[in-house]
């Protein structure tokens, strides 16, 4: 295949990623989502007002996985953890030039300080060795002329959201969407096909999750109407009611 030399290429450049289960920030609560996630979460909810490429956001994450593994960080400043991640990987990997994305309160206020933002990229760079470019799961996919498409970038966000899934290494991430996505007819070890399945069954809890809640709302949206309809209906009736004579 002539893509193999530049998947060989990619597995040598590849990182590690760092994980240190006993991290606070990566234990799941009882429905299965850490406060990393929620992070990540929120990053990506960030970004959708940016046209900035998938890869920016991976790099982000990236930047927001080796911090949280090598500093402690109190919750005050996990958005600025975030935003600042975004802000490097945005002027590593877009054409366009940009300035220090900034967060501001209901109010228009800042929420950190210029100096702020400033110490957090520092940090963030010297804990990356000075090395902004890094391989993600995208360049394996691209390296084996997947095209990126709306499908294929829905499955890398979702990968991104749940570090249950995204702690494997990039190149077996990859390989697992195409096994999920059957972009080709390729044999895949038992590991990979194990992946894909997990992925698979997490996109389908997530699914349900989401149902439940549409549909715990809609409950609690009819219970609601009937309450105001009762108080609407009860005030019809008072206005009805004749006002007694008043003797003079």
């Not at 996630?37 to 990053?43: F, G, N, S, T």
């Not at 059957?182 to 590991?191: A, R, S, V």
């Not at 809890?205 to 105001?228: M, P, Y």
């Amino acid at each position: 295949m002539p893509y193999i030399s530049q998947i060989r290429d990619l597995i040598i450049r590849e990182k590690s990623k760092p994980i240190n289960k006993l991290n606070e920030f990566y234990l799941s609560d009882s429905q299965g989502i850490c406060r990393r996630d929620i992070l990540v979460q929120w990053i990506v909810a960030q970004s959708s007002q940016f046209r900035h490429s998938l890869k920016t956001i991976e790099l982000a994450v990236i930047y927001i996985d080796t911090y949280l593994n090598c500093f402690n960080i109190t919750q005050q400043y996990l958005q600025l953890l975030g935003i600042s991640a975004y802000s490097l990987a945005s002027k590593f990997n877009e054409t366009e030039m940009m300035s220090q994305i900034k967060l501001y309160d209901s109010d228009g206020q800042n929420l950190y300080q210029n100096g702020e933002y400033d110490e957090m990229e520092e940090q963030i760079i010297k804990v990356m060795g000075f090395q902004l470019n890094y391989i993600t799961s995208s360049d394996y996919l691209l390296a084996m002329n997947i095209e990126i498409n709306e499908n294929i970038q829905s499955l890398l966000l979702f990968i991104l959201l749940d570090f249950d899934i995204y702690k494997h290494s990039h190149i077996e991430l990859a390989l697992a969407i195409v096994a999920y996505s059957q972009e080709q007819k390729i044999q895949f070890t038992n590991k990979i096909l194990q992946l894909s399945q997990f992925i698979h069954n997490k996109i389908l809890r997530a699914q349900e999750i989401e149902i439940d809640k549409e549909q715990k709302e809609d409950s609690e949206s009819k219970i609601r109407n009937k309450q105001i309809n009762k108080k609407i209906t009860k005030n019809k009736g008072m206005n009805h009611q004749k006002a007694p004579k008043q003797s003079v």
